[in-house]
């Protein structure tokens, strides 16, 4: 996963200490129910699609951008799910970030731009599951995030989750 040019410039200055950072994760539902996932590069694990905002970018496009940029599929953004903080992450470069994310539910804006999911340069393998058939190695993080749009989708009422 390519470090952003922004979080580059701040390393100069800050070494490989701590940044917090923000994130967003895009938890994408097909029409049929099933989920996007994909494969990630830096741990194998499959994942939702998840990345770092642009500085100035709003967190809903950049959602979108990021599910477009790694998997092809064009999405709407359709509701805020859950603001989480994860923990602190350290990278085999030495470098430590932690992200508050903010995770949306969102829909492909067509069949014809669903089934075009396909590879790109921050993924081993894209793939649709059904929710009942997720992979073995969907990571802990993403688990919790669907589990969120899940819930948004079957208990509206409930509104985006936040630590109570």
Same mark, same amino acid.
């Given at each position: %996963?390519?470090? /952003? /040019?922004?979080?580059?410039? %701040?390393?100069?200055?800050? =070494?490989?200490?701590? #940044?917090?950072?923000?994130?967003?994760?895009?938890?994408?539902?097909?029409?049929? !129910?099933?989920?996007?996932?994909?494969?990630?590069?830096?741990? !194998? $694990?499959?994942?939702?699609?998840?990345?770092? #905002?642009?500085?100035?970018? $709003?967190?809903?496009?950049?959602?979108?951008?990021?599910?477009?940029?790694?998997? *092809? &599929? $064009? &999405?709407? &953004?359709?509701?805020?799910?859950?603001?989480?903080?994860?923990? /602190?992450?350290?990278?085999?470069? =030495?470098?430590?970030?932690?992200?508050?994310?903010?995770?949306?539910?969102?829909? /492909?804006?067509?069949?014809?731009?669903?089934?075009?999911?396909?590879?790109?340069? $921050?993924? #081993?393998?894209?793939?649709?599951?059904?929710?009942?058939?997720?992979?073995? *190695?969907?990571?802990?993080?993403?688990?919790?995030? #669907?589990?969120?749009?899940? @819930?948004?989708?079957? @208990?509206? @009422?409930? =509104?985006?989750?936040? &630590?109570?």
């Amino acid at each position: %996963m390519p470090i /952003p /040019p922004y979080v580059v410039a %701040m390393r100069q200055h800050v =070494g490989t200490a701590l #940044l917090w950072l923000p994130g967003v994760t895009a938890v994408v539902l097909s029409d049929d !129910g099933r989920v996007l996932l994909g494969r990630r590069v830096d741990t !194998g $694990e499959w994942a939702l699609v998840a990345g770092h #905002l642009d500085p100035g970018e $709003e967190p809903a496009v950049g959602a979108a951008r990021e599910v477009l940029e790694e998997t *092809g &599929v $064009e &999405v709407s &953004v359709d509701q805020l799910v859950a603001v989480l903080t994860t923990p /602190p992450v350290t990278y085999p470069n =030495g470098d430590v970030c932690q992200f508050v994310d903010l995770t949306f539910l969102c829909r /492909p804006v067509s069949e014809a731009s669903a089934a075009g999911a396909h590879v790109a340069d $921050e993924s #081993l393998d894209v793939a649709w599951f059904a929710l009942d058939a997720l992979p073995a *190695g969907l990571s802990d993080g993403s688990r919790v995030r #669907l589990r969120h749009a899940v @819930e948004a989708v079957t @208990e509206p @009422e409930r =509104g985006p989750y936040f &630590v109570r």
